[in-house]
């Protein structure tokens, strides 16, 4: 395989972040298996070489795949990729934890329209989709929505309507994913949702009242709710963030060096270095809320006491917690 390294240098820094250095006391210099350390699990106390790190992360998508029952056989996959370092190493790791599994795999990838932004990531996701031999299907909001993400944003600015970035874009996003699944044909979209998004993901909802998509973290609720045509999984939902990005930096994955530049608007961004600063201080706590978190979601997708009724939207019909789903009501603002 012969993928380009396009690193930037704080994406080395970054990566180097997660390898052994001196301070981390109980690390070894060598791994159980004779070979060098170059990765030192502080939650668990492994010193690990780059082949049991491989290993490891192999093994533990292909568990959390059959722990929540997310893949059956025959079907067709679609993996959803930005060509950013987690949905980068999500597709590398499936398209080698699924040789033989008799699923299709195919990808997929939205361009919001970033101008200056989304041209890397593009060219990366073909790169990577071409040495994997997985097809790839790229969608616009353009091609769906007619507008790209910077319109609506200008669109926002000039009406002044309080929302934050991610929050017009995430529905826009998740209904083109569905649309862009429909076109290829698949029954199931993998989501490069890594163990810190789960996280801040349940904070954000927590802070904000929302219990209802708390539920929606369980990661059966899905395949449980008929409403739902499309199956969508989180094969990575159990990996570290820091260890997707040491995977694809490791495998020397081509992946995008610069974040959304409408990124850190949001609540996100603060909640994530407040959890990043907790598990520096207590390794594992990150792992033991997740835990909690799917304690919580799953008995919240079986109490038939709180189940609140899912409908559909009475716009354009998709499945809705309200009357009007996140998507129209986004569409409405901009329109
Ligand atoms: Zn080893
Ligand atoms: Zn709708």
């Known amino acids: 395989m012969s993928f380009k390294s396009n690193y930037s240098n704080s994406q080395i820094g970054y990566a180097r972040m997660s390898q052994i250095t001196p301070e981390k006391r109980n690390a070894k210099s060598q791994c159980r298996c004779g070979g060098k350390t170059v990765f030192f699990r502080a939650y668990n106390g492994e010193s690990l070489c780059a082949n049991c790190f491989n290993d ?3 093994d533990k998508v292909k568990k959390t795949i059959s722990k929540y029952d997310m893949l059956h056989y025959r079907d067709k996959l679609g993996v959803a990729i930005s060509g950013g370092k987690d949905s980068t190493s999500l597709l590398y790791i499936l398209s080698h934890v699924m ?5 299709e ?3 997929l990838t939205i361009d919001e329209g970033i101008e200056g932004y989304r041209e890397e990531s593009l060219k990366n996701a073909e790169t990577l989709c071409k040495d994997l031999q997985i097809p790839l299907l ?7 929505f007619g507008f790209s993400l910077d319109q609506a944003l200008e669109e926002r600015t000039k009406r002044s309507i309080k929302a934050t970035s991610c929050a017009f874009c995430g529905p826009l996003r998740r209904r083109s994913i569905d649309f862009a699944a429909e076109k290829l044909g698949v029954n199931v979209v993998a989501t490069a949702h890594n163990l810190d998004d789960v996280l801040q993901t349940f904070y954000i909802n927590l802070y904000s009242g929302d219990a209802e998509r708390i539920r929606w973290l369980d990661p059966s609720y899905r395949t449980a709710q008929s409403e739902f045509r499309l199956r ?5 939902m159990e990996i570290y963030e820091e260890e997707l990005a040491f995977f694809a930096y490791l495998n020397k994955l081509p992946f995008q060096s610069e974040s959304c530049p409408y990124m850190n608007e949001g609540i996100r961004t603060e909640i994530r270095l407040h959890l990043n600063e907790l598990e520096r201080k207590h390794p594992g706590m990150k792992y033991s809320t997740l835990k909690t978190i799917l304690t919580i979601s799953s008995s919240m997708a079986v109490d038939e006491t709180t189940r609140k009724k899912v409908t ?4 354009c019909g998709s499945v809705s917690t309200g009357s009007v789903c996140s998507v129209c009501k986004t569409l409405k603002l901009v329109s």
């Open 56 to 58: 490891s992360i192999f």
């Open 99 to 103: 040789k033989g599994h008799g699923s």
């Open 105 to 107: 795999l195919f990808a």
């Open 138 to 144: 790229v969608c616009s909001y353009n091609e769906f």
């Open 232 to 236: 969508r999984i989180k094969p990575v």
């Open 312 to 315: 559909s939207c009475e716009v």
